[in-house]
């Protein structure tokens, strides 16, 4: 059935350019021009009209790597959202409110004991614990119960909510990070040229940096973990068919539980890694709940590496629509997802069923 | 039958809540809908407002005309459909005649537009400071006794060009139609001084990742226009300073407010020293300021200072009471009497004498304030002028005023 289909493109481009090329060919051509086109808006020394088009050179590398780093972020909580959807079937609408008590957490510890690392530490053990708890406690009861599970995670995104505004009021937080990672550092693309010739370099936050390095390490490391190891191979399993790895002897609530835990745990520890970058409000646990919806409906449900593709599309036309189009930029995110499920409604890497 | 049975059931439980209710309401007690932003990005400026309402409530010792008075909360996330849908609770599901709020510009411009649907409903103001809350198209039941977002301004465009030397300003606001008043508050006179205004940034309330904005600023202005409340403005603030901003900061009313002043976290290096304007001074020295000071400070949770929040909404508030006293408490006409009551009231706040215009809208003083460290390192806005009794067309005549246009996005411009 694809195959045809793929044939069919095939005829139809190999039409449109004499023949010779593959789709797979045009496809390569079209990602190495993209990839060369951006390489040399980060290198080169930007003409007139280029500066005229995209405010200035400083404007739009900040753009990019801004949409970069707050990908890592989106990755981070997107992540183990996923997870816990494509083996549980459960949408877990209160993983906002997961990332909000990881901040609200990682704050109180890093005052009390002056030290950051802690925090983080205590971020991901103890929303880890909460997800746990709240496996056992309440979705193991509701299995196979899809609706009554999502309206269960409403409510308790809603009680989470209010009790986090009891003990934390309204007031805006801000976690500090270290004095190792904080400042400036400049990176080698030259943002503009002083008339002496003196070359200006792009000065960027080394903690944003950093957060997208962590990123990018996490989703390694879960892919490692997901194609490498036997949890991860039992995990997969139960993704592709629940009922059959339960059949053959293995513990599924075991693995669901570690799942749960691991995707909770995530969560509270991009909440204190974001709380740093940015700041802790009420309020965030919806926008990073609807974040992730968003990035994982156009990255496919259940795939680690659609998380991924989706929190970076997500990210980069967030930052580039604030800076651009301001007015518009939040129907951008929107537009995304709809031409996502418009044209495959099983998201970018997810598989239909 | 069982369907039947059930909803008789149903009927005899509503109706045996629905009758203490009714006796209560025979015991003169008055019920008051207050409408603010207990969710969502503004909420710490929500949970203050309430504090200045309760202040006003303990004031009249809960009693006015009368009747003993009991406030309702209504919860809005400083979007206008949540604004108008917690109004409609308050007024078609507790039947409230009274309302105090909203909180928010555009807020405030919807429930407006809902006042004129419920003509019997007297709607007083919260904090909401959009220009056409009152200015176009008002509703003849909707009252402010608070003044409006381009009055806070009054002064600020001056001083920042002749006593602070700045020629040439970049804007960064929110995108609704507070912040556009406040910008063409202070435009108003800056742009008439000689200054100029060469790009304006406007940003989704609640955003969180302001370096790209910060990135695109022209690097050749003097200083940089800041109106972002609550959480956007702490989150633009410390990423500015991580970005090693250079330019000094003009603030709008609400960003160098009590309730972004007293944000945990180290903003302290760069507030210090940032000019704004508004309706309340946290270093005014008057004997009227500092009463009402110790009474806010009575609520539970209060800040240092109240914030222009906690005073606006003591204002409405007071006002509401003041003209329910000259009623004795009788709203039995619909209302008729108390609004000709609230339209005709003068009275002194801590902030001074307010009154109000043909449109509903508050007349009173403006102050012009600087940030500075306190004695014991909690930041505070420093009394530099006092505007007294500002009008809503700045002084100008309203003719010349209203052809200036609907405030907007590109409206004023000077580049």
């Known amino acids: 059935m694809s195959d045809n289909a793929d044939q069919g493109r095939q005829a139809l481009i190999g039409s449109g350019t004499g023949g010779g090329l593959t789709l797979r060919q045009v496809r390569t051509l079209f990602w190495l021009i993209v990839a060369a086109a951006l390489a040399w808006l980060f290198i080169a020394r930007w003409p007139e009209w280029l500066d005229g088009l995209l405010i200035s050179k400083k404007a739009f590398l900040s753009a990019i790597l801004n949409g970069l780093t707050l990908a890592g972020l989106y990755f981070l909580v997107a992540s183990g959202f996923t997870l816990v959807f494509g083996l549980m079937r459960n949408v877990n609408l209160a993983h906002g409110s997961l990332y909000l008590l990881g901040a609200y957490i990682g704050y109180e510890v890093a005052t009390v004991t ?113 194609n490498r190891t036997r949890i991860g191979m039992m995990i997969r399993a139960g993704v592709d068919d629940r009922a059959m790895l339960a059949a053959s002897g293995k513990n599924v609530h075991l693995i669901f539980a570690t799942v749960f835990a691991i995707g909770a745990g995530l969560a509270g520890f991009a909440g204190v890694v974001g709380g740093s970058a940015l700041s802790v409000a009420p309020g965030e646990d919806v926008r990073y709940l609807l974040a992730s919806l968003v990035v994982v409906i156009v990255g496919g449900m259940g795939s680690v590496t659609g998380a991924a593709i989706g929190a970076l599309i997500i990210g980069l036309s967030e930052q580039i629509g604030l800076v651009y189009f301001p007015t518009y930029g939040v129907v951008l995110t929107f537009v995304i997802m709809v031409v996502t499920l418009s044209i495959r409604p099983q998201g970018l890497m997810g598989r239909a069923r | 039958m069982s369907i039947a049975r059930r909803t008789i059931l149903a009927l005899a439980l509503a109706a045996g809540v629905a009758l203490p209710a009714m006796t209560a309401a025979e015991a ?148 609704y139609s507070f912040p556009y008043t406040q910008v063409f508050g202070f435009m108003a006179e800056f742009c008439k001084a000689g200054g100029h205004v060469p790009s304006k940034s406007w940003v989704p309330i609640g955003t969180k990742d302001f370096s790209s904005v910060i990135a695109a600023l022209p690097d050749k202005v003097d200083a940089i226009y800041v109106a972002l409340g609550g959480a956007d403005a702490v989150n633009f603030l410390s990423q500015y300073q991580q970005a090693g901003g250079q330019a000094p900061l003009i603030g709008g009313s609400i960003t160098v407010d009590q309730t972004v002043l007293t944000t945990k976290g180290k903003l302290h290096d760069v507030l210090i020293g940032t000019p704004s304007a508004g309706p309340t001074a946290d270093t005014l020295d008057t004997p009227e300021w500092k009463a009402f000071v110790d009474e806010y400070k009575k609520q539970k949770g209060a800040f240092p200072s109240p914030s222009l929040f906690a005073h606006a909404y003591y204002v409405n508030a007071k006002a509401a009471l003041l003209a329910l006293n000259e009623v004795k408490g009788d709203l039995s006409d619909g209302g008729k009497a108390y609004r000709a009551a609230l339209a005709k009231l003068s009275f002194m706040t801590p902030t001074g004498k307010v009154s109000l215009d043909q449109n509903r809208e508050a007349i009173a003083d403006i102050f012009l304030t600087e940030v500075t460290q306190g004695p014991d390192g909690a930041l505070l806005n420093k009394l530099v002028k006092r505007i007294p009794q500002v009008n809503q067309t700045l002084g100008i005549d309203e003719a010349a005023f209203r052809a200036l246009g609907t405030v907007s996005r590109d409206n004023p411009r000077c580049p």
């Open chain 1, 114 to 226: 002056g030290v950051w690392l802690l925090g983080v530490a205590a971020g991901f053990v103890v929303l880890a614990v909460v997800g746990l708890v709240m496996q056992i406690l309440i979705f193991r009861r509701l299995e196979g119960d899809d609706l009554r599970q999502t309206l269960v995670t409403i409510g308790i995104s809603i009680v989470a909510a209010d009790l986090m505004l009891a003990v934390w009021s309204g007031s805006t937080y801000q976690i500090s990070p270290p004095d190792w990672l904080q400042g400036a550092v400049k990176l080698p693309f030259a943002t503009a040229y002083r008339s002496n010739g003196s070359v200006i370099y792009l000065t960027y936050p080394f903690y944003r940096l950093v957060v997208f390095a962590a990123a990018v390490a996490i989703g390694l490391g879960l892919w490692l973990m997901l």
């Open chain 2, 28 to 175: 003169e007690t008055l019920k008051i809908g207050v409408l603010a932003t207990f969710e969502g990005a503004f909420t710490v400026l929500g949970e203050d407002s309430e504090r200045g309402a309760l202040t006003a409530l303990d004031e009249f010792a809960h009693k006015a005309g009368g009747k003993d008075i009991e406030f309702i909360r209504g919860s809005s996330d400083a979007s206008p459909d949540s604004a108008v849908r917690a109004a409609r609770k308050l007024v078609e599901q507790d039947g409230v005649k009274i309302l105090i709020g909203p909180l928010s510009g555009d807020e405030g411009i919807a429930v407006k537009e809902y006042a004129k649907t419920k003509p019997d409903v007297t709607f007083i103001n919260g904090s909401s400071a959009a220009q056409d809350t009152t200015f176009r198209n008002p509703a003849p039941n909707f009252f402010r006794f608070s003044t409006d977002g381009a009055q806070w301004m009054a002064g600020l465009g001056t001083y920042a060009f002749k006593d602070k030397g700045y020629k040439s300003v970049a804007v960064v606001a929110e995108d």
